[in-house]
């Protein structure tokens, strides 16, 4: 996420109360989560484990725990607390905001664009032309939705991330402040839920279709004219290359890959990241061919037994 302008790194320290490293005028163009940081960015880190990760990003502002020597060229944010202090960060810059109408007056929606009845339609909204919303879609603040597109009824586009940090005295959940961008020639069906970014964007590529009863988690990246069948659920960060086919009932983890043009067939566990051009199967996942081979030894068992007798 972008803030609307640059600000000083003085300013940023000011707004969540900590102190800081490097110069007053320090830049800080914006905030993101660490896998899509760019320079310019505040990313935050509370455990030990990740501090090189986020010290050696792309980013140029960490909000961390632990006063550190800051690396060439980078401004550190001391925080007590930097899940907290992000989540503030993220109420300050992309606060919600109430609305009392079905359509926000700050949509914006394009030529021939048809909107049935019962949809919502949210803040700074932008929906492109030739589109079709069918009844009781409801589309969350800052979504993008290109040219083309058919959603139907029951679908939600921009709930919040499911990101949660447990604490003594229950979950904490990190406030969602990115969006979801549809492209052109989209097709979603009935009764999906795609979640918006936490600080970034989740994104469907032109061209791709989607089944009823699909969930894409926050920050997914969809490819273009990819093939999604009904009850898929696709965790948070998963990256799903061009022209990639999911059958029915597939679940993935969430920070993997899978590459072009790849098959997974239906009721598959992806558990890791997967090269394209090739069918997968089964959980964990193999490719299907010897994936089937071994289902079709497993029967053969009593059969080796009786012979050993």
């Not at 986020?54 to 020597?69: H, P, R």
């Not at 199967?281 to 089937?292: A, M």
């Amino acid at each position: 996420m972008k803030f609307p302008r640059i600000h000083t790194l003085k300013e940023i320290a000011g707004i969540i109360g900590c102190p800081y490293v490097g110069a007053d005028d320090f830049a800080v163009e914006g905030m993101n989560e660490i896998h899509v940081v760019t320079p310019g960015d505040i990313v935050f880190v509370d455990h030990p484990k990740y501090y090189d990760k986020a010290l050696q990003s792309a980013a140029t502002i960490v909000l961390i725990n632990k006063e550190v020597d800051c690396p060439d060229g980078k401004a550190l944010l001391i925080s007590d607390d930097p899940f907290r202090d992000f989540n503030t960060l993220t109420k300050h810059f992309r606060p919600f905001v109430a609305s009392n109408v079905s359509i926000s007056v700050s949509a914006t929606i394009g030529e021939n664009t048809i909107v049935q009845p019962n949809c919502f339609i949210g803040h700074n909204v932008t929906i492109g032309k030739n589109c079709l919303l069918h009844a009781n879609v409801i589309v969350y603040d800052n979504t993008v939705i290109g040219d083309n597109v058919i959603i139907h009824s029951g679908t939600i586009l921009g709930a919040d991330a499911f990101y949660y940090k447990k604490r003594p005295e229950g979950f904490d959940q990190l406030l969602s402040g990115g969006r979801v961008v549809i492209e052109d020639n989209v097709g979603i069906g009935a009764l999906c839920t795609i979640d918006k970014g936490v600080t970034g964007d989740t994104t469907i590529g032109a061209g791709t279709k989607i089944d009823n009863q699909v969930h894409v988690g926050h920050d997914t990246v969809i490819g273009k004219k990819c093939l999604i069948a009904s009850q898929t659920g696709i965790a948070g960060c998963v990256v799903i290359e061009d022209e990639v086919t999911m059958w029915g009932q597939v679940g993935t983890t969430s920070g993997i890959t899978i590459g072009a043009k790849a098959v997974i067939l239906g009721q598959t566990g992806v558990t890791k990241s997967v090269e394209g051009g090739k069918s997968y199967f089964g959980t964990p996942i193999e490719e299907s061919r010897e994936k089937l081979k071994q289902l079709a030894n497993v029967k053969r068992i009593p059969e080796i037994l009786n012979k050993l007798k």
